[in-house]
């Protein structure tokens, strides 16, 4: 299948090029980008004039940050196409509801991927939490932002999340493996006085039966980059490290466990895989749980100013 890839940036060229070009299932037939091209590939500014242009192009895969993703979509679906949206679908709930309902009455697929969740390990972590009584599950997830998103002032604009981007892959992993649905209580956020978005965070959950979730987010950790999970159960201790790359079991590493498709190395090929077969069978994938938690935490969260953020 032919597909376009519009806004050529960092997660265009790091992840989605390289799982097209290996993938049995795509032709990157395009691009859109105001700035962005990939060597050898038609190369496109219009989004409209592209897909006018381009009617056997059935498949836009959007990586623009989220603010100006809702007018692709809805242009991309309006044109019969179908949609692929980066993380996080969008940037308000509404918005993303309403791609749902436009491409469910255009009978096109509309996929929100999420890319931790096909990280190596979380299936088996999930397949493992299923049948233990959950105590506790700590969320920490730190990284550099000047090492991970150098430059990326759209981050910490209005709807860019700050450290809520990178948080709402733990978010996507949790709503995966948890067998129970958990909402936020309470949530501390940290904006820097310069800045429209969160700079660290730390949230609190309701666990239905009585387990103590939470997470701690940071963008300013230098040294050891920290993307993990502790989950204690009456039956054991699971950690996720590596934003679920790796599975510890009571502290013994657990590998290849998952019940994912292991020939498929890395998380973009199995979103692609599974683009592919949404396709196929005229489906659409749109879970907005993990955005939800995010929603509901800009909505408690308690905003305190800490010091301004330069890059
Ligand atoms: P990015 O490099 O800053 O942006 C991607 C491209 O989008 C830019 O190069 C730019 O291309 C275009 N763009 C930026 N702002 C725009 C605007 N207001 N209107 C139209 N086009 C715009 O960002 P990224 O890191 O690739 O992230 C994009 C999405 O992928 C985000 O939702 C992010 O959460 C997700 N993601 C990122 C990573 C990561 O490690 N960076 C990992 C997984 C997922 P042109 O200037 O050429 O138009």
């Avoid at 009571?250 to 590998?255: M, N, T």
């Avoid at 749980?289 to 100013?305: E, I, S």
């Amino acid at each position: 299948m032919k597909i376009a890839l519009v806004g050529i940036g960092k997660i265009a060229r790091d992840q989605h090029v390289p799982a097209i070009a290996d993938s049995p299932d795509w032709e990157l037939a395009a691009t859109c980008s105001n700035h962005g091209t990939v060597e050898g590939i038609e190369a496109h500014k219009d989004f409209g004039a592209m897909l006018a242009a381009r009617p056997d192009i059935q498949v836009i895969s959007l990586c623009l940050p989220p603010v100006p993703r809702f007018a692709y979509a809805a242009q991309a679906i309006a044109a019969g196409r179908h949609v692929m949206l980066e993380k996080p679908p969008g940037a308000t709930l509404s918005e993303c509801h309403a791609l749902e309902e436009m491409a469910r009455a255009k009978g096109v697929t509309l996929y929100a991927s999420w890319h931790s969740r096909a990280a190596a390990q979380v299936q088996a972590a999930k397949a493992w939490l299923k049948d233990k009584t959950l105590r506790s599950l700590n969320v920490t997830w730190k990284e550099d932002v000047r090492r991970w998103h150098p430059g990326q002032d759209w981050i910490f604009e209005a709807g860019g999340l700050g450290v809520f981007d990178p948080g709402i892959n733990a978010l996507s992993i949790m709503t995966e493996i948890l067998p129970d649905p958990i909402h936020v209580t309470g949530a501390e956020l940290d904006f820097p006085e310069n800045r429209e978005t969160p700079i660290a965070a730390r949230v609190a959950f309701f666990h239905p039966k009585g387990a103590e979730v939470t997470m701690d987010m940071d963008f300013l950790q230098t040294g050891e980059q920290i993307w993990s999970m502790e989950a204690v159960t009456d039956q054991g201790t699971l950690s996720l490290h590596k934003g679920g790359a790796v599975l510890e079991n009571d502290g013994k590493d657990v590998a290849d466990a998952s019940g994912v498709n292991l020939s498929l190395k890395g998380e973009y090929p199995v979103l692609y895989a599974h683009m592919a077969e949404l396709v196929r069978a005229g489906r659409s994938d749109v879970d907005l749980a993990p955005m939800r938690h995010v929603a509901d935490a800009f909505t408690l969260g308690r905003r305190l100013t800490v010091a301004p953020f330069d890059w």
